[in-house]
T-cell receptor, first 111, second 114 residues
Framework: AQSVTQLGSHVSVSEGALVLLRCNYS??????LFWYVQYPNQGLQLLLK??????LVKGINDFEAEFKKSETSFHLTKPSAHMSDAAEYFC?????????FGSGTKLNVKP | DVKVTQSSRYLVKRTGEKVFLECVQD?????MFWYRQDPGLGLRLIYF???????EKGDIPEGYSVSREKKERFSLILESASTNQTSMYLC?????????????FGQGTRLTVV
């Protein structure tokens, strides 16, 4: 069975600080992993995805994620938070043609 | 620019009404999904369609049905709306061919049942 766990439903950082959003997955097959961002009253937009070409994946807006098979993790990071990063973030795994989402992490950025 | 379009951003319906949520994609994707999003629960799959006229129940299909008569269109139907179906509904689509292709989402429909 596939599942995704996001630790921390709310994360708060100061502007300019490091952002770290955690995602752990369980998958019986090599995983296809994704991070999405959702702004209020919007759909989900793709931030980045793991394609097995490289363990460190770079996405839009300076976000990146590192795939660690031994830890079954795919944590999202950004070196310096910006006010515009305040949103909800979802980690997802694809198995065949279905997607399984974590419960989401709301990021608050303080001035 | 690829697009998944949901027919309404906001809807208010009365208890007992039959409600139709429409979704159209222009990417020729085989697979389409309806999710429900509630605070703290993430996205929960209601129904999934992998081809025209083909559908599969997701995790929370009770009280919902779907229709896919054409490849580009996937409709979610609330047979008799209830207040506990007040939620954000998200439609998505993806292709079958490449396993690491992402899901593309519509802008969401916020449904309120009064």
């Amino acid at each position: 069975a596939q599942s995704v766990t996001q630790l921390g439903s709310h994360v708060s950082v100061s502007e300019g600080a490091l952002v770290l959003l955690r995602c752990n997955y369980s998958s019986s097959v090599p995983p296809y992993l994704f991070w999405y961002v959702q702004y209020p009253n919007q759909g989900l937009q793709l931030l980045l995805k793991y394609t097995s070409a490289a363990t460190l994946v770079k996405g839009i807006n300076d976000f990146e994620a590192e795939f660690k098979k031994s830890e079954t993790s795919f944590h999202l990071t950004k070196p310096s938070a910006h006010m515009s990063d305040a949103a909800e973030y979802f980690c997802a795994v694809r198995n065949f043609n279905k997607f399984y989402f974590g419960s989401g992490t709301k990021l608050n950025v303080k001035p | 620019d690829v697009k998944v379009t949901q027919s309404s951003r906001y809807l208010v319906k009365r208890t007992g009404e039959k409600v139709f949520l429409e979704c159209v994609q222009d990417m020729d994707h085989e697979n389409m999904f309806w999710y429900r999003q509630d605070p703290g629960l993430g996205l929960r799959l209601i129904y999934f369609s992998y081809d025209v006229k083909m559908k599969e129940k997701g995790d929370i299909p009770e009280g919902y049905s779907v229709s896919r008569e054409k490849k580009e269109r996937f409709s979610l139907i609330l047979e008799s709306a209830s207040t506990n179906q007040t939620s954000m509904y998200l439609c998505a689509s993806t292709s079958t061919g490449t396993a690491n292709t992402e899901a593309f989402f519509g802008q969401g429909t916020r449904l309120t049942v009064v």
